[in-house]
């Protein structure tokens, strides 16, 4: 493609990956953030997330040129949006941060742009996204509209991303990647920039198509994740050890059951099936009940060690693992947290040593309780309860003789 200029909208466990990885395979990219803080030690090389190979491929963007950060937001040949898509109290999507991103791009189009929304979002997003745009800037017009006054013309697309975090930089090159454009020029344009850098597949089709694909893929996984902590609530009141049940049913040629944990967590697979849901109430009974089944996990595993230590004086309970998945600093939606917050604020009476290799102070969330503080590994030696969240590297290679004589509760089946 002839040489484009790129604003990405977002530095975030998306967006910064992604820019880096775009930098470094030619692209112009300016990298755009309100963080202030963040973009300064973006543009001095420095990584703001945990991601294995994030800071050699930063270092070398950066130095190319190829790559700068800023909280002003430029004038590009395309603009992608990598911020926050959460859901409201009711599950709606709450698309305020895509608006505010929206609004801060709507003044500098000229036309002939392409605006496209990465964020995993609602059927109708990318619509809604567009509307809002033309709304503050009615000069303008989408491409595939009656324009018979001749307006400058402006393309819009949902292209989501579906990055495992920790094998980031890989996945984001061979990755197949979903290009949904409104019409076919500006699915073609999105093409073209993903093409760049993208080895696998790259599979055109509609935005609301891609944005619904998105969903579908997490509503399929926390099904599945749904599944196997049932089987783990079950197996708990019939004294089954569930890693063994599991494993013997997996044996099966056609079976293939995920592990159970204390819940699911992430921006992604806690939030994408809610979508599903709210777009459509009355036929999305088996992704509301999963969404139920791995949301009431973690007060399970609370009660758990509530039971645990009944009867102990002053107990002291290590909690190892705070992010919603193995060996990351990434602490969004993560039951893990959520878990320990639970327990430290309704007993008062007990310790929490908060465990997590990854980060180096506590979220604001356990921060202002009296009773949790950020502990290393080997303190585990002087508590009463070990309750396994997250089975991070460090942790699976914990000797048995630190936990000889505690209270074990493994919730990802790693001391079976």
């Known amino acids: 493609m002839t040489q484009q200029s790129v604003a990405f909208v977002g530095l975030g466990y998306i967006g910064l990956p992604t820019s880096v990885t775009m930098a470094n395979h030619g692209v112009e990219v300016t990298g755009v953030d309100i963080n202030e803080e963040n973009v300064a030690r973006i543009n001095r090389g420095e990584v703001t997330i945990v991601e294995p190979g994030l800071e050699t491929h930063l270092g070398k963007a950066i130095e190319s040129g190829n790559l700068t950060a800023t909280t002003v937001m430029p004038h590009a040949d395309a ?23 929206a609004e801060s791009i709507a003044p500098l189009l000229v036309g ?24 503050l800037r009615p000069d303008l017009v989408a491409d595939g509209t009656p324009n018979p006054e001749n307006k400058p013309v402006i393309y819009f697309a949902h292209c989501p991303e579906r990055i495992l975090p920790g094998n980031a930089m890989e996945e984001l090159i ?70 063994e049940l599991i494993e013997l049913a997996n044996h099966h040629p056609r079976v293939n059951i995920l592990q159970p944990g204390p819940g699911v967590g992430g921006h992604c697979i806690a939030v994408d099936p809610w979508f599903i849901v709210a777009a459509d109430r009355e036929n999305s009974h088996l992704i509301r009940t999963a969404r139920e089944v791995n949301d009431g996990k973690p007060q399970w595993v609370v009660d ?113």
């Open 174 to 243: 061979t990755n197949d990647r979903i290009i949904g454009g409104q019409t076919e020029e500006a699915t073609r344009r999105a093409t073209e920039i993903y093409a760049t850098f993208c080895t696998g597949e790259l599979l055109p089709t509609d935005d609301t198509t891609a944005e619904m694909a998105k969903l579908t893929e997490n509503a399929f996984r926390d099904v599945n994740i749904a599944f196997a902590n049932e089987l783990g609530l079950i197996s708990d009141n019939l004294g089954i050890n569930v890693w």
């Open 79 to 101: 603009y992608i949006l990598a911020v926050p898509t959460p859901f409201a109290e009711n599950y709606e999507g709450n698309l305020s941060y895509v608006f505010a991103a």
């Open 304 to 416: 758990k060690t509530k039971h645990a230590v009944q009867g102990l004086e002053h107990p002291t309970v290590a909690v190892l693992g705070l992010s919603f998945k193995a060996d990351i600093d990434d602490l969004r939606m993560s039951p893990a947290l959520n878990i320990a917050a639970d327990l430290a604020g309704s007993l008062p009476d007990i310790d929490v040593l908060a465990v997590e290799p990854n980060i180096s102070a506590l979220p604001a969330q356990l921060g202002a309780l009296e009773n949790v503080r950020l502990a290393e590994l080997k303190e585990i030696e002087s508590t009463d309860v070990v309750l396994l969240l997250v089975d991070h590297k460090e942790f699976k290679q914990l000797p048995a003789t630190a936990l000889k004589g505690k209270t074990i509760i493994d919730t990802k089946g790693i001391w079976r």
């Open 112 to 135: 002939d742009e392409l605006v496209i929304l990465e964020s995993t979002s609602p059927p109708r997003s990318t619509q809604k996204m567009a509307k809002k745009i033309l709304a």
